[in-house]
């Protein structure tokens, strides 16, 4: 069934995504500001599989991807502090223009250093979980896909519970609602910001290892996985984080069918179009956003 | 009685003429000042000035004989000071149990503690305990306020105007609760409008005009309609 197949690849691709995004909009809200540069943290995560997974094949080791999976989480969460520390730190007083044009700069220093480093040629992450696809229900089904769902809703969940269920995620909601009001009940807001460009980087750079297998990893692919996460952020309501989750995954699905109808070239240009058709015809986005009600 | 609260000599300017000028007081522990003044006299940002929230200066601001001059205002309201501002500021996406326990420091159990002696003082939020914030009623959110910041035990309390757009009956019932807090050994200052309502539950009443202190006198002795406080708040 083609369907099903296309359906459980576009969750997939959804499920990266909706990485991207939340790490994306948790920043937004906390720093009050766009993080140009996300997306070279995403790029960041995908070198950094592929370089890790290089070293350890000329040491003659051969490991599934999920093992560098927690490598890659922890070197894309340093790349977030560098961000924070570069890029909002020592402007966390100014207006958030401030930020915005700090990151980009920042984005331009990763994507040459990446190309330094890299080179210009896209190069394949390894694969989460290899080997052929899985026959569920007389549907194979690739495991790259089902793996990718796994890790990423894993991911998703356990940032869920973090934000939902204990005091730094209360602690952080709070700040991103009314930063000052929470600095005079006591709260570190400074920490708590860091904190969340450490965890975003570690969720978009979780996204480049996952994404890196099937997409390729190469240098200048960051402003286009920050526009996506800015185009999920759109649709779902600007600082809205169940939307943007949503966000990503219609833009996955939509991505999917459009890649299968026409061609993925189409895919994009539809993509960008229909962002400029959001935000003109409905900047509070498809699903509005309730005042008062960001996390 | 001791001197909870202490500020010499106070001055906050944005960028043109001071809005408070040289303004001394004290807030002794269990008390209540009444800060009055007309609409610009510079009540808010005299406490804004004294949380930190925005730049000052002052021969002395001290808590507790605690000197907090250059803290920020995390670290003021470690050294005891809780602030329910204008306009309560609750946190709206955060559930009214969540709104206090995220003002309470320490370990989960001592956190649940703290937050189910608040629910027990508001009978009121008890009901609405897993209720989204921006679902309360203004009175509600005007008691979350002050349960979020007593809930860190203050030695200090600052509010700025607690009664602004509450029905008369749910205003007095805030006043109440104030004077409560007042008499469990809290020092608190209380800037309002409505003069006749803050000195029914005050010690002393000070007058802010234009930035300056114009009156300080015992509440008792004070009426609302009083000719000079009346020509004061204008
Ligand atoms: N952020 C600010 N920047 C510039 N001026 C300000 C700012 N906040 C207040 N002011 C000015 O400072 C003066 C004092 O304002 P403040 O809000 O402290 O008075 P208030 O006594 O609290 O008044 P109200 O009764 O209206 O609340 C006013 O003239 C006001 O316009
Ligand atoms: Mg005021």
Not at chain 1, 89 to 118: G, H
Not at chain 2, 103 to 109: K, T
């Amino acid at each position: 069934m083609p369907t099903v197949q296309l359906l459980v690849n576009a969750l997939a691709l959804g499920a990266a995504y909706a990485l991207v995004a939340l790490g994306f909009v948790l920043v937004l809200n906390a720093a009050g500001a766009v993080n140009f540069a996300h997306g070279d943290m995403v790029m960041l995560g995908g070198v950094a599989a592929v370089a890790a997974s290089t070293l350890l094949a000329a040491g003659g080791l051969r490991l599934p991807g999920i093992v560098l999976v927690p490598l890659v989480v922890i070197v894309s969460g340093l790349v977030g502090l560098v961000v924070a520390a570069v890029g909002f730190w020592p402007l966390r007083d100014r207006p958030p223009a401030a930020m915005f044009v700090a990151t980009i700069a920042l984005a331009a220093v990763f994507e040459q250093s990446a190309t330094a480093f890299f080179g210009p040629e896209p190069r394949a992450a390894p694969a989460i979980w290899d080997g052929p696809p899985v026959i569920i229900g007389g549907i194979a089904l690739g495991r790259q896909p089902l793996a990718l769902i796994l890790v990423a809703g894993l991911a998703l969940a356990g940032v869920y519970a973090l934000l939902e269920r204990t005091q730094i995620g209360r602690s952080f909601r709070a700040v991103a609602q009314d930063r000052e009001m929470a600095r005079a009940l006591g709260l570190r807001a400074t920490r708590l910001i860091v904190g969340a460009f450490a965890l975003a980087g570690g969720l978009a750079g979780l996204a480049g290892a996952l994404l890196g297998h099937q997409f390729f990893v190469n240098a200048g692919q960051g402003p286009a996985y920050m526009l996506k996460a800015y185009i999920a952020t759109a649709i779902g309501g600007w600082g809205s984080v169940p939307g943007a989750l949503v966000g990503a995954l219609l833009i996955a699905l939509f991505e999917m069918l459009v890649s299968a109808a026409l061609s993925a070239v189409w895919a994009q240009a539809l993509l960008y179009l229909s962002l400029l058709a959001i935000l003109l015809l409905r900047p509070q986005g498809l699903f509005g956003e309730a005042v008062g009600r960001r996390a | 009685m001791t001197t909870t609260l202490e500020i010499e000599g106070l001055t906050v300017a944005y960028g043109g003429a001071p809005v408070v000028d040289g303004v001394s007081l004290a807030v002794p522990a269990g008390s209540v000042v009444a800060l009055l003044g007309a609409n610009g006299a510079g009540k808010s940002s005299l406490m804004r000035a004294v949380m930190g929230l925005v730049p000052s200066t002052a021969r002395r601001l001290a808590v507790d004989g605690r000197d907090l001059a250059g803290h920020p205002p995390e670290r003021r309201a470690d050294a005891g000071l809780g602030y329910v501002p204008e306009g309560r500021r609750v946190f709206a996406g955060l559930t009214v149990r969540e709104n206090i326990e995220v003002a309470v420091d320490g370990a989960a159990g001592a956190r649940a503690a703290r937050v189910a002696e608040m629910l027990e003082l508001f009978p009121d939020l008890a009901a609405k305990a897993g209720e989204r914030a921006w679902r309360l009623s203004g009175g509600q959110q005007q008691m979350l306020a002050i349960a979020r910041a007593l809930a860190r035990r203050p030695s200090v309390l600052l509010l700025d105007e607690p009664s602004l757009g509450l029905a008369p009956l749910i205003a007095a019932a805030v006043f109440a609760r104030l004077r409560a807090v007042a008499e469990s050994g809290v020092a608190v200052l209380l800037a309002e409008q409505n003069a006749a309502r803050a000195l029914a539950i005050a010690d002393t009443a000070i007058v802010l005009a234009h930035g300056r202190v114009a009156l300080v006198r015992p509440a008792a002795g004070l009426s609302a309609d009083d000719e000079a406080l009346a020509a004061l708040l204008a």
